[in-house]
């Protein structure tokens, strides 16, 4: 359920308001996914949606960047994804990934569900998400954004604003995207699978990690003992 909303987050170029042809669209989806492979994210940058119908119907998401940190040459980011669901006040899920980029694997996972303390996952659970298809939502990001089919280019009005944004559609799920370049997150609107909308309701800057007590580290799986 997550991974489906996390690929939602489509980083792309910026966008000319004159009509396209459909080759010319076809050359922004281009750009579009090249910028989504080597986007750089800022600190502190936020935005947050809404659900409407579907098994989602009245959850909230916020992303953001919440921090950055070095490891071995490379500037590491923590993105971060926090979920509420009315229906469920003690349900709240804050998911955050250390990454580098949208193209490369995942650092450091930590989790958060309710009011059960913050987990971080174990190395041997890190390198299964990077080996998986599907499972490494940052790079799983980039991979949809390949995937999608170009519509048009389109108004569209949500309740964070009104925006000239491209409508891109997936041909196998149905899921289409309304995405805006000059966005930091750049998703406008989406329909998924299960017929619910998500749509923008705000962005900013000065986001701060939902986090704020210390990760105890979670269980690792079991290993099998050695064959007698």
Same mark, same amino acid.
């Given at each position: 359920?997550?991974?489906?909303?996390?690929?939602?987050?489509?980083? %792309?170029?910026?966008?000319?308001?004159?009509?396209?042809?459909?080759?010319?669209?076809?050359?922004? *989806?281009?750009?579009? +996914?090249?910028?989504?492979?080597?986007?750089?994210?800022?600190?502190?940058?936020? $935005?947050?949606?809404?659900?409407?119908?579907?098994?989602?119907?009245?959850?909230?998401?916020?992303?953001?960047?919440?921090? *950055?940190?070095?490891?071995?040459?490379?500037?590491?980011?923590?993105?971060? %994804?926090?979920?509420? !669901?009315? *229906?469920?006040?003690?349900?709240?899920?804050?998911?955050?990934?250390?990454?580098?980029?949208?193209?490369?694997?995942?650092?450091?996972?930590?989790?958060?569900?309710?009011?059960?303390?913050?987990?971080?996952?174990?190395?041997?659970? %890190?390198?299964?998400?990077?080996?998986?298809?599907?499972?490494?939502?940052?790079?799983?990001?980039?991979?949809? +954004?390949?995937?999608? !089919?170009?519509?048009?280019?389109?108004?569209?009005?949500?309740?964070?604003?009104?925006?000239?944004?491209?409508?891109?559609?997936?041909?196998?799920?149905?899921?289409?995207?309304?995405?805006?370049? !000059?966005?930091?997150?750049?998703?406008?609107? $989406?329909?998924?699978? !299960?017929?619910?909308?998500?749509?923008?309701?705000?962005?900013?800057?000065?986001? *701060?990690?939902? %986090?704020?007590?210390?990760?105890?580290?979670?269980?690792?799986?079991?290993?099998?003992?050695?064959?007698?």
């Amino acid at each position: 359920m997550i991974s489906s909303r996390v690929t939602s987050l489509l980083v %792309i170029v910026a966008s000319a308001v004159l009509p396209r042809t459909a080759a010319s669209q076809a050359a922004d *989806k281009q750009r579009i +996914c090249s910028q989504v492979e080597n986007h750089s994210f800022t600190v502190g940058t936020w $935005a947050t949606y809404n659900w409407t119908g579907g098994q989602t119907s009245g959850s909230t998401m916020r992303m953001a960047v919440v921090g *950055k940190e070095p490891h071995e040459g490379t500037t590491y980011y923590w993105y971060e %994804i926090t979920i509420d !669901d009315p *229906k469920r006040p003690n349900a709240k899920m804050i998911l955050q990934m250390l990454v580098p980029g949208l193209k490369a694997g995942v650092r450091t996972v930590v989790m958060k569900s309710g009011s059960q303390p913050a987990m971080k996952m174990p190395p041997q659970m %890190i390198q299964m998400i990077n080996a998986t298809p599907g499972t490494n939502m940052a790079a799983e990001i980039a991979r949809q +954004c390949n995937e999608m !089919d170009v519509v048009a280019w389109e108004d569209v009005t949500v309740p964070g604003g009104h925006f000239r944004a491209l409508h891109l559609k997936h041909p196998h799920s149905g899921q289409e995207f309304w995405v805006q370049p !000059d966005l930091e997150f750049a998703m406008v609107r $989406a329909t998924m699978e !299960d017929g619910g909308v998500m749509e923008l309701t705000g962005q900013g800057t000065g986001a *701060k990690s939902s %986090i704020t007590e210390t990760p105890t580290e979670m269980p690792g799986l079991p290993v099998a003992p050695p064959p007698r």
